[in-house]
Nanobody, 123 residues
Framework: VQLQASGGGSAQAGGSLRLSCVAS?????????MAWFRQAPGKEQEFVAGINRGGFHTYYVESVKGRFTISRDNDANTVTLQMNTLKPEDTAVYYCAGRPGSGYDDGYEFEVWGLGTLVTVSS
């Protein structure tokens, strides 16, 4: 599967952005657990949110709980990250990633990566 992320941009603190990631290729999207990662300038890559294959279970890093929501539409081969109440520390390049199988949290290694999309939050 190949992944293409979009939706990044600029927002004011307290605002919202919505990221989307579309999967293509011969593999079935519904066989992949999906996640969003981010990498801020000068920092290591960070797991943000994950969702299981069926879309019924999610996992979030503590810093985004209650503000970000990950969801997926297996018919549309899409995973989405709704980001609300944005903070300047959310500024980063965001990546969608997938892995075949059931694990969807930060304890698993994700194998397929899309190009990143930049999110900039100003105070």
């Amino acid at each position: 599967v190949q992944l293409q992320a979009s939706g990044g941009g600029s927002a004011q603190a307290g605002g919202s952005l919505r990221l989307s990631c579309v999967a293509s290729g011969r593999s079935s999207f519904s066989n992949y657990a999906m996640a969003w990662f981010r990498q801020a300038p000068g920092k290591e890559q960070e797991f943000v949110a994950g969702i299981n294959r069926g879309g019924f279970h999610t996992y979030y890093v503590e810093s985004v709980k209650g503000r970000f929501t990950i969801s997926r539409d297996n018919d549309a081969n899409t995973v989405t990250l709704q980001m609300n109440t944005l903070k300047p520390e959310d500024t980063a390049v965001y990546y969608c990633a997938g892995r075949p199988g059931s694990g969807y949290d930060d304890g698993y290694e994700f194998e397929v990566w899309g190009l990143g999309t930049l999110v900039t939050v100003s105070s």
